[in-house]
């Protein structure tokens, strides 16, 4: 395992932050921490970044205790971070030449690395650039070659799209997952969108500091009963009432609106507009999305 | 000092020399108001030669200490961020930014340096030379301060207070504005404490011992200033030890 948490805990004063946390990573996967914001994310990764110490519990990556080691650590991750860390006044090459004199690489070898680097993410023809002059999908290739420069063992991401517009953030997924497939990366990444956390090989769901589920995409959704129905509806209490009176169903309402989950959705809609005619305002089916999964283990939703 | 760590500091100066260059019209404000200052109250006073170290003494302070205000930020959401997830040791970054930042305001100070006949002053070279060292180590010290100042702060707005609070009190204790000669007896007093009257003290010992015969020793403004210099860096390295503010949120 590249990386290994075991009951890993912090607080802030008395605010627990994270609470008695054990996973571990396989390598050459994309492993996802979704949970929404203030689920103990931001915490987690200080935490595997080295940042942070822990309360209490340990981290081990790429056989290297974080707290203790933390120089070992650091050699052998590549973080990508939710704000920019590249400076602005710099050219793309000037800011890997920088960060890669860091890592004690340096000269002709430094050098070449750094077209192999850029090369790989597409951003060849731009190395002479600016950074101020880029644009935010292109300065976030240009985190991740940072990253990405001194051969880390394994690539940590802190909300890898925010800020992206949409063309940029699937372009963004693809890039990760060809990391992974074409050269064996493994990569971490914390998040709070959906598309993002359907790309991951294993996922773990996080609430309150708190593991909700593990597994990979499809085995959580397998875990929602069948279809998802969702009424929008002008009182989802009474409704809910008569729903259970009439059908023996358990509807959640989130939100404002109603949702449950039953195999066969399709025919449950016809008997449920017919049931209750005037009471509903609109009616949607989908099959399980990993935010019905959340919403089963903790009652709010993700975003 | 290992390779990795000579890399690390020379690249980090490397950076903020670079930013310099692609800013150079902030560099003109900096210089250009201290030289509109030291001319009208050099000349307000009728005494350019007495006011000149003050003026070179005050636009490097100022230089140095508030091109570290741009810690505070850079950890949040800059280029320091990915420093800090390096293997480079703290004390790299520190020596690196330290050096960088105090090398800029060094140049400052040499600038200003060239109005020196303006003040009717002709120093001969080696005095010039020594002038030179004794504004790199003010530059030093002040970039040191501003570091130790900044790593501990959250805001920009709570590191102006602070600068104001310390930078300017300090200064016009130092004898940049008066001669601890014509001074009250308590205020004497507070200049002998003050380290920075010791380096301006031995700025004018070179450029213009002719203004102010009534200063410290050169021996113990030597002292005072390298010490100085010297301590305040080693605190900064101490204070990066521990992880900055505003990354625990």
């Given at each position: 395992?590249?990386?290994?948490?075991?009951?890993?805990?912090?607080?802030?004063?008395?605010?627990?932050?994270?609470?008695?946390?054990?996973?571990?990573?396989?390598?050459?996967?994309?492993?996802?921490?979704?949970?929404?914001?203030?689920?103990?994310?931001?915490?987690?990764?200080r935490i595997l970044t080295t940042m942070m110490a822990p309360t209490s519990g340990r981290v081990t990556i790429a056989g290297f205790d974080a707290v203790r080691r933390p120089d070992e650590v650091r050699r052998r991750i590549g973080v990508v971070f939710q704000s920019p860390s590249l400076d602005r006044k710099l050219t793309v090459r000037e800011n890997l030449t920088a960060l890669g004199r860091l890592y004690g690489l340096w000269g002709a070898h430094l050098q070449s690395r750094i077209s192999e680097t850029l090369e790989r993410l597409g951003l060849a023809d731009r190395a002479g650039e600016l950074v101020e002059t880029l644009s935010g999908g292109l300065r976030r290739r240009v985190e991740i070659a940072r990253a990405l420069l001194a051969g880390p063992s394994i690539l940590l991401f802190d909300e890898p799209s925010s800020g992206l517009d949409p063309a940029a953030r699937l372009e963004l997924v693809s890039v990760i997952a060809g990391l992974r497939d074409h050269h064996g990366v493994t990569v971490l990444l914390a998040t709070h969108v959906l598309e993002?956390?359907?790309?991951?090989?294993?996922?773990?769901?996080?609430?309150?500091?708190?593991?909700?589920?593990?597994?990979?995409?499809?085995?959580?959704?397998?875990?929602?009963g069948g279809d998802v129905v969702v009424l929008e509806v002008a009182d989802p209490e009474a409704l809910r009432g008569r729903i259970l009176e009439r059908f023996g169903l358990q509807a959640q309402a989130v939100d404002g609106a109603l949702r449950v989950e039953i195999p066969n959705g399709h025919r449950f809609i016809a008997e449920l507009v017919e049931a209750f005619p005037g009471a509903i305002r609109s009616i949607g089916l989908h099959k399980p999305t990993l935010e019905d999964v959340f919403l089963d283990e903790t009652g709010v939703s993700i975003d | 000092m290992s390779k990795d760590f000579g890399l690390a500091v020379?690249?980090?100066?490397?950076?903020?020399?670079?930013?310099?260059?692609?800013?150079?019209?902030?560099?003109?404000?900096?210089?250009?108001?201290?030289?509109?200052?030291?001319?009208?109250?050099?000349?307000?006073?009728?005494?350019?030669?007495?006011f000149f170290p003050g003026a070179i003494t005050l636009t490097v302070m100022v230089s140095a200490t508030f091109s570290t205000m741009s810690l505070i930020e850079d950890r949040r959401e800059g280029f320091l961020l990915a420093v800090l997830v390096s293997p480079a040791p703290r004390s790299a970054m520190v020596l690196g930014k330290v050096l960088g930042a105090s090398t800029l305001a060094w140049i400052q100070g040499l600038v200003l340096l060239a109005f020196l006949p303006l003040a009717g002053l002709r120093p001969p070279a080696a005095s010039l030379l020594a002038a030179a060292l004794i504004i790199y180590l003010i530059s030093f010290s002040f970039t040191a301060l501003g570091f130790l100042i900044a790593w501990h702060m959250e805001s920009s707005?709570?590191?102006?207070?602070?600068?104001?609070?310390?930078?300017?009190?300090?200064?016009?204790?130092?004898?940049?504005?008066?001669?601890?000669?014509?001074?009250?007896?308590?205020?004497?007093?507070?200049?002998?404490?003050?380290?920075?009257?010791?380096?301006?003290?031995?700025?004018?010992?070179?450029?213009?011992?002719?203004?102010?015969?009534?200063?410290?020793?050169?021996?113990?403004s030597l002292i005072v200033t390298a010490g100085g210099a010297l301590a305040l860096v080693l605190l900064a390295t101490l204070a990066a030890r521990r992880h900055p503010k505003g990354s625990f949120a």
């Open positions: 395992m590249i990386v290994s948490v075991r009951n890993l805990t912090h607080r802030y004063g008395s605010r627990v932050a994270l609470d008695d946390l054990s996973f571990d990573v396989a390598p050459g996967t994309i492993f996802g921490l979704l949970g929404p914001n203030g689920s103990g994310k931001s915490t987690l990764f993002e956390a359907e790309r991951c090989d294993r996922l773990l769901l996080l609430h309150h500091g708190r593991r909700v589920a593990e597994g990979t995409p499809a085995e959580l959704k397998s875990r929602v | 020379t690249t980090l100066w490397w950076r903020e020399l670079v930013r310099f260059w692609r800013e150079r019209a902030r560099v003109a404000g900096f210089v250009g108001s201290p030289l509109l200052f030291w001319l009208i109250i050099g000349s307000g006073f009728g005494d350019l030669a007495f707005q709570g590191f102006h207070a602070v600068m104001n609070l310390v930078l300017f009190p300090l200064w016009m204790v130092s004898g940049a504005l008066f001669s601890p000669a014509s001074a009250h007896g308590w205020m004497q007093v507070l200049m002998q404490l003050n380290p920075l009257a010791y380096s301006l003290a031995a700025l004018r010992h070179f450029l213009a011992p002719a203004a102010d015969p009534h200063r410290p020793p050169l021996a113990s």
